[in-house]
């Protein structure tokens, strides 16, 4: 199995940053999945926000380019999420995953998935 435990979420202004933080392990995890940041608000379908995959290449959700940073530490096995100049609506939980997807930003394509972390951004 992977546990995929996210850390980091909380409450802040408009304008405002947050690092999200998504520790990986288990015995079926491995070192090359591609990790994702997904996020999902009441009401609203899980969106994908950000991903990387072995080799550190990036995809972003037109939304968050420029804002939000996706990183990995892959000695430690964990995922980060920077996010600078927060929204209102960016308010949602931000959830980790990990798997080999064939389409990066799509949920259905990821199979090991994290309990999630609020983030709320105030107006």
């Known amino acids: 199995q992977v546990q995929l435990v996210e850390s980091g979420g909380g409450s802040v202004q408009a304008g405002g940053s947050l690092r999200l933080s998504c520790s990986a392990s288990g015995y079926s995890y491995r070192s090359w999945f591609t990790l994702a940041w997904f996020r999902q608000s009441p009401g609203k379908e899980r969106e994908g926000v950000a991903a990387i995959d072995a080799d550190s290449r990036t995809i972003y959700a037109d939304s968050v380019k420029g804002r939000f940073t996706i990183s990995r530490d892959n000695a430690k096995d964990l995922l980060f999420l920077q996010m600078n100049g927060l929204k209102p609506d960016d308010t949602a939980v931000y959830y980790c995953?990990?798997?080999?997807?064939?389409?990066?930003?799509?949920?259905?394509?990821?199979?090991?998935w994290g309990q999630g972390t609020q983030v709320t951004v105030s107006s």
């Open positions: 995953a990990a798997d080999s997807p064939s389409e990066f930003l799509q949920p259905e394509n990821y199979k090991f």
